[in-house]
C-alpha cells in the first residue's frame, strides 16, 4: 500500500512525536508498505530552542521530505504564527507527490494542524484518511480559540479512521470536542522491546549503584508533565531523611523542553545543584542507556495521549512512578505495576518515591510485572499489525461528510508559542 505520513514532529527534534513516528515507520516498511513521510521541522533559532530541530533524516526504506513551519516561525517576530500558511503548504505537497507517483492512503500524525491538512487534501485527492489523536492535540487544541476548534471537530467528523492510545484519553476528547468514544479505535503506545531492555546484570528491584539510589525523570521538560513539581517533592523526600536510601538519593532530569530553564533555576533555588543532574536531551540512539542510569523512573504528567517514556521505562526494568492522569492510568495500576498518585500532589509524590526507594521487596514485584506486561502487550510488532488492519479496512473510501476549509483567524495562545502545539 502507497502511504503518506504526516508528521507533526520528527527527528532531530527531541520529542514522544519523534520516537513514534519513527518506530511506526520501521513497522510500516517491515509490512511491505511503500511510505513517504511528510515531516514537519523548525530551523529557526526560536523553533529549535525548545525540542531541537533542522530537517529530518533518512529513514530506510522511506522516502522522507522535510516541509519547514515558516509560517510557526513568524512567531518569533510578530507574536502570530500563520499555521494557514503552514496548512495550504502542505496540502500543496502533498498534491503534488502524489501527481507524481499515486497514494492510496494518508495518515497523519495530530489531528491540528497535520490532520487538518491531510483531511483537506484526501477530500481533494479523494484519498482516505487516518489521523492519530495525540498527546497535547486532544488535551488542549480546541479550548484554545474557535478556530482550532472547528478544525479539531472537522478532523474528528471527516476522518475515515480515528487512532488514539488510550480509553481515558478518548473519554477526555469526548469531553472537549463532542466526539463519540466509539468514533476511535483504540490502538496503545508501543515500545521497541528489542531497543528498552533491562541493563546487564539487572535483578527486579535492585539498586544499579546501591551508594546513590537514583531517580530518573526523562522526556519534555514541561511543567505539564510535572518537571517541576518532581523537584520539590525531591526536595522534600532528602529533608526528610526518614531513611538513609533517601538521603543518598540522586535525581537525573533528562530531555529538553519549554521549561528547562525553568527547571534549571529552580535546582538552584532549592539548593540541590550537588544532587539534581541535568544532562539536556539524548539522541535516540543513546535513550537506552539513559535509563540505564535510573533505578526508578518518575514521571509526574498532568495528562497524556499514552506515555512513550513510561512504556520505555517499563521495558528497561524500572520500577515506574506516575500520576493518576489521562493516558496512564491505561498502563499502569496503583500497586500492580506501579506506583500512582494524583497529579500536582507533591506531598503525595514525595511520599511515592520514598516508598519506592526505601522497601526493595515492593520494587521487585514492581519492576517485575511492568516488564513482563509491557513485553506481551505493548511491543511495536503487536501494534503495528492493529494499525496495518485499520490501513485495509478504509481503503478505497473517502473522507466523511461534509468539507469547508475554515479561513477565520481567532486570538489563540498558541499562535504566540506554537511549539507548545
Given amino acids: 500500500m502507497r502511504v503518506c505520513f504526516l508528521s507533526r514532529r520528527y527527528f532531530p527534534a527531541v520529542s ?17 508498505h511503500d511510505v ?57 505537497l502533498v498534491e503534488r507527490l502524489h501527481a507524481e507517483r499515486p497514494f492510496e492512503l494518508l495518515h497523519a500524525q495530530y489531528g491540528y494542524p497535520t490532520g487538518y491538512a491531510a483531511l483537506e487534501a484526501g477530500r481533494r ?40 492510545g488510550a480509553r481515558s484519553f478518548a473519554e477526555e476528547v469526548r469531553e472537549h470536542l463532542g466526539a463519540p468514544v466509539h468514533a476511535f479505535t483504540i490502538v496503545p503506545g508501543a515500545v ?18 546501591p551508594a546513590a539510589p537514583t ?27 526518614a531513611d538513609p536510601a533517601h538521603a543518598a ?29 541535568l544532562p539536556g536531551p539524548a539522541a535516540y540512539a543513546d535513550v537506552p542507556a539513559v535509563y540505564h542510569r535510573g533505578d526508578v523512573f518518575v514521571s509526574p504528567t498532568y495528562a497524556e495521549g499514552f506515555s512513550n517514556t513510561i512504556l520505555e521505562a517499563m521495558a528497561s526494568g524500572l520500577v515506574c512512578v506516575s500520576t493518576r492522569s489521562v493516558g496512564v492510568v491505561d498502563c499502569l495500576r496503583d500497586g500492580e505495576n506501579g506506583l500512582l498518585l494524583a497529579p500536582g500532589d507533591v506531598p503525595a509524590l514525595a511520599d511515592a518515591l520514598g516508598r519506592a526507594l526505601a522497601d526493595h521487596a515492593l520494587r521487585a ?30 481503503l478505497g473510501t473517502v473522507p466523511r461528510g461534509a468539507w469547508a476549509w475554515d479561513d477565520a483567524v481567532e486570538p489563540c495562545r498558541f499562535r504566540a508559542a506554537p511549539h507548545l502545539l
Fill in 249 to 277: 538519593a540522586r535525581l537525573v532530569v533528562s530531555g529538553i523542553g519549554p521549561d528547562s530553564q525553568a527547571v534549571a533555576a529552580r535546582v538552584a533555588e532549592l539548593g540541590l545543584t550537588e544532587r539534581v543532574d
Fill in 365 to 394: 514485584r514492581l519492576a517485575a510485572a511492568a516488564l513482563a506486561e509491557v513485553r506481551a502487550t505493548y511491543a511495536w510488532p503487536v501494534v503495528a499489525r492493529q494499525i496495518d488492519g485499520v490501513y485495509r479496512g478504509v
Fill in 125 to 164: 485527492l479523494g484519498l482516505p484518511v487516518v489521523v492519530s489523536i495525540q498527546g497535547g492535540d486532544g488535551h488542549w487544541v480546541g479550548g484554545c480559540c474557535g478556530t482550532h476548534r472547528r478544525a479539531m471537530q472537522a478532523v474528528l467528523a471527516g476522518a475515515n479512521a480515528l487512532l488514539i
Fill in 215 to 241: 531517580l530518573l525523570y526523562h522526556g519534555r521538560v514541561d511543567r505539564r508533565k510535572g518537571a517541576l513539581d518532581l523537584l520539590d517533592a525531591f526536595a522534600r523526600l532528602l529533608g526528610s531523611a
Fill in 36 to 92: 513517504t513521510m511528510l515531516s514537519d521541522y523548525r530551523a529557526d533559532p526560536a523553533g529549535t530552542a525548545v525540542y531541537g530541530g533542522g530537517p529530518p533524516p533518512e529513514v530506510p526504506g522511506v522516502r522522507v521530505v522535510g516541509v519547514e513551519s515558516a509560517g510557526e516561525a513568524e512567531a518569533a517576530a510578530t507574536g502570530h504564527a500563520d499555521f494557514e500558511r503552514d496548512l495550504r503548504t502542505r496540502v500543496a
Fill in 16 to 32: 514522544g512525536m519523534s520516537v513514534y513516528a519513527a518506530n511506526l515507520l520501521r513497522e510500516l516498511v517491515a509490512l511491505g
Fill in 192 to 209: 521497541d522491546t528489542g531497543r528498552f531492555r533491562p541493563r546487564a546484570g539487572w535483578a527486579p528491584g535492585a539498586w544499579r549503584d
